[in-house]
């Protein structure tokens, strides 16, 4: 297996704060509240400019005015995939307990994930050089950079210490947040704000993205039979990261501990996943979690509802599950949020958080009937109560960059 680590002792990470932006509107509750329900977000689509392709619906934040929460004189710095993190961190920061300066200083790292970074600006520059024949906007560069969102979170809050975006496909949130984990552990930072951000369901993503021939039509229904695609959605996660000892030093009752992240390349296929990365992504996780796959109680899977990434995502889980691998409630909210490409690890870890906190699976939805090929306990349609003492996050990712959390109960 690649990247095989010890468990770093004596620095427990806990997650002190949540927030989150996505096709459910802003706040990591109304997030859990539309994956435990069952309730779709995903709408007919909303683009600036007409689209004249295919798909016709996306999972797109609703009615968001980034005005009501950003600076008028941070704003114009802002592309969207900015704003939504903002929205979200302030969100995160607060539910720490923290305010904004109280995280400042040297010892708190700040990582956020991104796909692409801020495409609307690519888009919008693109379109006003070609087409208009003027100039892209004069703050496009300081907009568009990946490392804008991560960038403008360490400004806002004062943080001093390591600031950077990861850029891994659609495991870029969950890889932030292990990397936070770690850089804590290990002691070089004392708090982390981490997660992902993306801004995608516009014109020129949709139609590249109807390109891979991997859109849903009508329905996202992951591992089911009869399942067509995807849907693409869009928002933000970002989470507080800082040692169990520190946070009860102050009072705090954090979220969950973070006990868990493993991390590989496939390193064989532009787009096709490969069960050996996956697996071992899984293993490297539960090994630097020190737990058994049995006391994984609940899984939120990657599973986007194409063909391929759910066959080899199922076969994965019962590599390394055994048998358990068929009965443990394993769960896509895709068909809640949509595939919000670099942010769905971060919007799919606040799910997890949530059931692990309340006890629930939450479904997928939009299932038909079993898929022989994914043999797996789904949880079909409605949620389940369930006893969870410790949860699993996958996020499989282009590239075949493969990435996994474990989090449980704070003690």
């Not at 507080?240 to 496939?266: F, I, K, M, Q």
């Amino acid at each position: 297996m690649a990247f095989s680590r010890a468990r770093a002792e004596g620095r427990r990470v806990v997650i002190s704060g949540m927030g989150a932006v996505c096709a459910s509107g802003v706040g990591a509750q109304k997030l859990w509240e539309a994956a435990r329900d069952g309730v779709a977000q995903i709408r007919p689509l909303k683009t600036e400019r007409p689209y004249d392709g295919r798909i016709k619906i996306a999972a797109q934040v609703p009615d968001f005015n980034p005005a009501d929460y950003i600076e008028p004189n941070v704003l114009p710095f802002c592309d969207p995939f900015t704003q939504f993190c903002i929205v979200a961190a302030d969100e995160a920061v607060a539910q720490a307990g923290f305010g904004r300066k109280d995280v400042a200083g040297p010892r708190t790292a700040v990582i956020i994930g991104s796909g692409i970074g801020g495409m609307t600006t690519i888009e919008d520059g693109i379109y006003r050089y070609y087409v208009e024949g003027t100039r892209p906007e004069m703050l496009s560069v300081p907009k568009l950079i990946p490392s804008a969102a991560p960038a403008t979170l360490g400004m806002r809050y004062s943080c001093l210490g390591p600031t950077f975006a990861i850029g891994s496909a659609c495991s870029s949130a969950t890889q932030s947040i292990g990397l936070g984990m770690q850089m804590i552990r290990q002691g070089l930072v004392d708090k982390a704000i981490v997660g992902g951000a993306e801004a995608c369901v516009i014109n020129a993503t949709i139609r590249a993205w109807e390109g891979l021939r991997v859109l849903s039509p009508n329905l996202c229904r992951p591992f089911s039979k009869g399942r067509n695609g995807m849907s693409l959605g869009e928002g933000a996660a970002v989470f507080v990261l800082e040692t169990e000892e520190a946070a009860r030093a102050r009072g705090h009752a954090p979220l969950c501990e973070l006990v868990g992240y493993g991390t590989t390349s496939d390193a064989k296929d532009p787009v096709r996943p490969d069960l050996e990365g996956a697996s071992n992504a899984i293993a490297l996780a539960l090994e630097d979690a020190g737990i058994t796959p049995q006391e994984i109680h609940y899984v939120n899977a990657h599973g986007t509802a194409t063909h391929a990434n759910d066959i080899t995502e199922a076969e994965a889980i019962l590599r390394i599950f055994g048998d358990y691998g068929r009965v443990v409630p394993v769960s896509s909210t895709k068909p809640i949020h949509g595939h919000a490409l670099g942010a769905s690890g971060g919007l799919e870890l606040a799910i997890t958080i949530h059931a692990l906190r309340e006890q629930i699976a939450p479904p997928t939805i939009n299932f038909l009937e079993p898929d022989p090929k994914c043999p797996l306990d789904v949880v079909p349609n409605a949620a389940r109560k369930h006893k969870i003492d410790a949860a699993m996050s996958n996020s499989f990712a282009f590239g075949g960059i493969n990435a996994v959390l474990i989090v449980r109960h704070a003690s």
